[in-house]
């Protein structure tokens, strides 16, 4: 089973995406984290992550 991947906001107003408790990305807006957690989402159904790019 995936580890669960989520975008959480942090105290600057930037964002970071976890993918359980690990940090994989920080400071990113939250388009950025919503697209960077949504292409990963897609590697883990093991789409390539262009589709739908």
Do not use: C, F
Not at 5 to 12: A, C, L, Q
Not at 23 to 39: H, K
């Amino acid at each position: 089973m995936s580890e669960l991947i989520r975008v959480k906001p942090t105290h600057d107003g930037t964002y970071t995406v976890y993918r359980g408790s690990l940090a994989l990305v920080s400071g990113l807006t939250r388009l950025q984290a919503e697209r960077y957690e949504a292409s990963i989402a897609r590697q883990q159904r093991g789409l390539s992550p262009l589709v739908g790019a």
